[in-house]
């Protein structure tokens, strides 16, 4: 699901879609836009469009494998949004710091209990960068596909890298591309068919591997329209990238009970070594 994860990227902001998409022109262009921000209106309501992925059953293992990737190091998450991983894995006593691009999303962070163990620079995350190394740099729940060009999300890895001690691990949760499923001759797909959120995902430029999620979702008694580009990418291009950045490939799973990773697959968490 791509909903949680619009929070990362440069802060250029691109046209809106229109639905439905026209097939006859081009939406999108990777070259002039590289991503969009999650706004105040979003941001209020994403922890309430996002209640699945805050409970223990999804949440739990995130943190049980994270803590143990960390080692008893200090920990940065690239695009911490509200606090969904970061506060409870400070909670279990890791060091953790942040990196967000929205300012909404931060401050709904602000407002949550422990906030204050976790400091958070507002800046993006193919860029900037914060005091120290660590020994864990993570970026879940599709967030890198929120970088929109290919370069930036090398940037990303190169950022990582730079954080991070010789041997540290850099995690990486991201969907697999699913265009198997689409019918022949059709661009887009419905994946999410809720009360509450209905979630259609269009693919508008296969050249850049550019596709569109569209939500509508209901919150806190109002109801929240939000579209925005993310960036698919392959299993072997997201390894390519770490290689370029000095990682390796350590260890990858379907999922964070460590579920072994198939060409069945329709997600995975890539765990990346820092080389000396």
């Known amino acids: 699901m791509v909903l949680a994860t619009i929070d990362a990227g440069t802060g250029r902001r691109g046209p809106r879609q229109m ?3 026209d097939l006859n022109r ?6 002039i836009v590289a991503a969009i921000t999650w706004e105040r209106d979003v ?4 922890d309430a469009t996002s209640a699945e992925m805050f409970k223990p059953a999804i949440l739990d293992p995130t943190i049980d494998l994270l803590e143990e990737l960390a080692g008893g190091g200090p920990a940065l998450e690239f695009a911490v949004g509200t606090g969904r991983v970061a506060l409870p894995l400070s909670a279990r006593g890791v060091s953790v710091t942040g990196i967000e691009l929205s300012p909404h ?3 709904q962070l602000h407002a949550k209990p422990g906030a204050d163990e ?5 800046g993006d995350m193919t860029t900037t960068r914060v005091p120290g190394t660590f020994t864990l740099v993570y970026l879940v729940w599709n967030a890198i596909m929120n970088v929109t060009t290919q370069d930036e999300q090398l940037a990303v890895f190169a950022n990582a ?5 010789p041997g540290g691990s850099f995690v990486v949760e991201v969907g697999v591309p699913q265009l198997r499923r689409l019918p022949p001759g059709e661009i887009g797909r419905i994946f999410a068919l809720d009360p509450d959120h209905v979630g259609i995902e269009t693919f508008d430029d296969l050249v850049g591997q550019v596709a569109w999620s569209h939500h509508w979702m209901e919150g806190d008694g109002r109801l929240v329209r ?6 698919y990418v392959w299993p072997s291009e997201l390894e390519l990238m770490a290689r370029m950045a000095s990682f390796r490939l350590r260890d990858r799973w379907a999922g964070w009970r460590r579920e072994p990773f198939t060409s069945e697959s329709t997600g995975q968490v890539a765990v990346f070594e820092k080389m000396a």
Not at 26 to 31: L, T
Not at 226 to 231: D, Q
């Open 105 to 107: 999303m931060v401050a």
């Open 226 to 231: 939000h579209s925005a580009p993310y960036r």
């Open 43 to 46: 941001a209020e309501v994403y």
């Open 161 to 165: 890298a730079a954080h991070l001690e």
């Open 118 to 122: 976790v400091p958070v620079t507002v």
């Open 19 to 21: 639905w439905p998409p």
């Open 26 to 31: 081009p939406v999108w262009n990777a070259g």
